[in-house]
């Protein structure tokens, strides 16, 4: 850039170091159209005015000395933020453009037309301060956004409002915060040509998770219309996660590991007429049940955040819309990421919730801590004066003039909003647990209500009656040992999967697909794959609102499973991932959306119809081919190579063969594509015949819970029989002695899944002492048991094993 003389810069003229001339968004827009466009991202194109222009509009209208006073009166508080901010505006509304500077942004707005072959174009204008977006100040929604103006005279009172908007009450205190000298800010406007995102679609993209902190994710939140709804948190969006490893390995993967469609109520279009060229209308049925971005609009965008992430060499906050009269997509602005990507990461809290009273309501988690506190509902941050320090601030949605009063809350609650949203935003920069989109939280909740807040438990956040009992604990990661013994983590829950990203597992050694299908599709397989011969209308009519949108009834489970695992499978990547065919008994699956017409009666579920029986029985065929297809979508289409498979509860090897051959038909052959094959080791029989198991399986993952019930005879949910259940019993090492010891001579791997390790360390030293490969166990306990490894292996003797008490052998 030339120097402050200029009144008005190209974007094209622009780089990311001009940004004490026309302010971190207009540098930033700049560098992306000289840099990025090469690369086939789209920036709208426009002009900057400079600081210098914003210089000259105060000095030519006397009002540097007018301001100066007027703060100088609210910082010795002889004058309130309202009356300041309200002062300062309404002297820069009222001031007269110096011609030059008039005449730069005319003629600029007349050559952006002419360059887009329309005399009068729309154009959006933006506000950028020149202390705007730096490393530790975001400055982020403080001045104003104008948006659809046309014409010259339009323009310029557009671009005043923006020099009066550096004045803003929210503005005048995030400078006072932050120690920003007022009189040292400058304000560049961006005009840019305007995307008909009214016709198409807008959002915001993150290229790192904004709850975790997992630099492997693109967050995306999309809604139709205006992109103003999605930033300020007035819809609930639709979001995406895509997994950036993959999605840089290959052209041919679609690592797209999250999809939820939000309900998208309104949307922000073009006003005709009226003091305001925009206006919220309600969506149409259709637009509420589609996805507003196709799959390949999301790996594009994904593509697209990458580069710019790589390019500014930081994560970054990017906000795009969709031209609906051309289908392309733009990038209307781009900023450093300030929270996630500046947490310490050798370091976690981690809050647990021990107990807790009557859920209240629910909504999106932001964070991971609890709070509590008493409720205080308020409408507008007008009547922000009767908040109390220390409460739980509950609100329809936030704006950047809510942020006073977030300040001062214990956490935040919301009616609308996603992850993007500016409650969760700011919330996470003030660290605050917040839950937004409950739906309704100001018509539940009330004034002086003692509640907790929990964004402890994955994406979902819970409003609790009440205290809560709850515990805080601080995992420095550094200071866990290193084991030859693989310790992995049993996951099931793919929403708060990406939480433990920064554990030092060797990967995931049990990944439950039944919790996924139980909590995220809640559908019996069966019932999607037979929806058209379903008898049960109550059923059916719950099936068809839960799966609008989808042509196929089918393609909701293979969808939402396959996303579900591939959040999970991502955490480790590219570590092994083993997931567990599903293990629901029948009298589980009968309680599925219409389940029960597909589920026998049994006497005893647990030794009945369950695992390997089902997956190639012509009862369940149909429902096991939609598990393989989600696999397969899992592994080919997104990439996720990492995924072993696993049969459970597999009786006998003519049963092995029957599955696998299941498997090898929907297009799952062990061996192909590096595909590895597990079997669950919790029958008695798969130890006595560990060797012909061993010739059709990769390896074994002891399940203890069901090895010990069938080896002693003990039924597990039994209270009464309780004193008996115990893996330590002699007859159950020798079991895990013995398999081990077998599959090994056979070249199988033989793993453990299940607490014992953690909760008696003797238990850990024993599968050290055996040479099991791994154990895997929840994440709770995982520096526990990574820390008995380690004791164990330190203190080893190689005669050990031989050591280790012994039945008498069985004829094999």
């Known amino acids: 850039m030339s120097g402050n003389s200029a009144q008005v810069v190209w974007f094209e003229a622009l780089r990311r170091t001009d940004v004490s001339g026309v302010g971190g968004k207009n540098a930033s827009l700049g560098e992306m159209v000289s840099c990025l466009s090469g690369k086939g991202i789209r920036v709208p194109p426009g002009f900057a005015t400079t600081a210098g222009a914003y210089w000259e509009f105060i000095d030519s209208n006397g009002l540097r000395e007018t301001i100066t006073t007027v703060l100088a009166e609210f910082a010795a508080n002889r004058r309130s933020l309202a009356d300041t901010g309200e002062t300062i505006r309404r002297v820069i509304l009222h001031g007269e453009w110096p011609a030059r500077t008039a005449q730069a942004i005319c003629d600029a707005y007349v050559e952006l037309g002419q360059r887009a072959g329309v005399e009068d174009l729309d154009v959006a204008v933006r506000s950028s301060a020149t202390a705007e977006d730096l490393p530790d100040a975001s400055f982020a929604g403080q001045q104003e956004t104008m948006l659809a103006v046309r014409g010259t005279r339009a323009l310029m009172d557009a671009c005043r409002r923006c020099y009066a908007s550096l004045f803003t009450d929210r503005a005048i205190s995030y400078r006072e915060a932050r120690g920003f000298d007022h009189m040292k800010v400058a304000l560049s406007i961006g005009v840019q040509q305007m995307v008909r995102s009214d016709l198409g679609g807008a959002g915001v993209a993150f290229s ?63 006003a005709k007429g009226g003091a305001h060229p925009t206006k919220n209308v309600p969506t149409s049925k259709a637009e509420r049940a589609a996805f507003v971005l196709s799959d390949a609009d999301v790996v594009t965008l994904s593509r697209w955040a990458c580069e710019i992430e790589s ?85 329809t949605a936030t704006d950047p003039d809510w942020v006073p009063v977030m300040r001062r809350a214990a956490g935040i609650v919301t009616d609308h909003g996603g992850r993007t949203s500016h409650a969760a935003i700011v919330s996470r920069e003030l660290g605050l647990p917040a839950i937004v989109g409950t739906g309704n939280a100001t018509r539940v909740l009330h004034d002086e209500q003692e509640v907790t807040v929990s964004c402890a438990q994955g994406e979902v956040g819970r409003v609790f009656e009440g205290v809560a009992d709850y515990e805080i604990e601080e995992i420095d990661f550094s200071a866990i040992p290193h084991t030859r013994t693989q310790v992995m983590l049993n996951l099931a829950n793919p929403d708060a999967a990406l939480r433990w990203w920064r554990m030092p597992a060797d990967g995931v050694g049990l990944a439950r697909m039944e919790f996924v299908i139980s909590n995220h599709i809640k559908i019996h397989p069966m019932a999607l794959a037979c929806y058209d011969q379903l008898k049960d209308q109550e059923a059916a009519r719950t099936i068809a609102e839960m799966t609008e949108g989808y042509v196929d009834k089918t393609e909701f489970f293979v969808d939402r499973l396959a996303c579900g695992l591939g959040r999970i499978a991502a955490v480790c990547y590219p570590r092994p991932v083993v997931v567990r065919l599903s293990d629901f008994k029948t009298n589980e699956y009968a309680h599925l959306i219409g389940g029960q017409a597909f589920e026998p009666l049994e006497e005893n579920p647990m030794l009945g119809f369950r695992g390997a029986s089902r997956y190639y029985s012509p009862r369940y065929g149909p429902g096991f081919a939609l598990e393989c297809r989600a696999l397969r979508r899992l592994r080919v289409e997104m990439g996720m190579t990492n995924v072993i498979v696993m049969v459970p509860f597999c009786r006998t090897p003519d049963e092995a063969d029957r599955v696998l051959d299941a498997m090898a038909a929907q297009g799952l052959r062990r061996g192909e594509d590096g595909l590895q094959v597990y079997v669950m080791c919790e029958i008695p029989s798969n130890v006595i015949l ?54 090994h001579c056979a070249g199988a791997k033989v793993g453990l899944c299940g607490e014992a390790p953690s909760a008696h360390p003797e238990y850990a030293r024993f599968l050290v002492e055996c040479g099991i490969d791994s154990m895997s166990v929840s994440p709770d306990s995982f520096i526990a048991v990574k820390r008995h490894v380690a004791q164990a292996e330190a203190s080893r003797d190689p005669s050990d094993a031989q050591r280790v008490p012994t039945l008498p052998a069985i004829a094999r």
């Open 311 to 395: 390019h500014y060499g930081q994560p970054m906050d990017i906000e795009w819309a969709k031209d609906g009269l051309t289908g392309h997509i733009f990038v209307v602005q781009a900023r450093p990421e300030t929270v996630q990507s500046r947490r310490e990461a050798t370091a976690v809290k981690t809050f647990r919730l021990k107990s807790a009273g009557r859920e209240l309501v629910s909504g999106v988690s932001v964070g991971q801590a609890i709070a509590a506190g008493n409720v205080c509902v308020i409408d507008s941050p007008r009547d922000t004066d009767r908040f109390i320090d220390g409460a739980v601030l509950v609100t």
């Open 208 to 270: 790192i998770d904004t709850e975790t902190g997992f630099d492997k994710i693109v967050l995306i939140s999309a809604a139709w219309g205006l992109g103003e709804n999605v930033v300020q948190g007035a819809v609930d969006p639709d979001e995406y996660e895509v997994f950036k490893p993959l999605l840089r390995a290959s052209a041919a993967y679609t690592p797209i590991i999250g999809k939820k469609r939000g309900s998208k109520l309104k949307k922000m279009v073009y």
């Open 690 to 743: 560990a060797e012909a198991f061993a010739e059709r399986f990769d390896g074994f993952s002891i399940g203890s819970n069901d090895l010990t019930q069938l080896t002693l005879g003990v039924d597990r949910d039994s209270a009464e029989l309780a004193p008996l259940f115990d893996e330590r019993n002699d007859a159950v090492r020798w079991m895990v002695r013995e398999v081990i010891e077998r599959a």
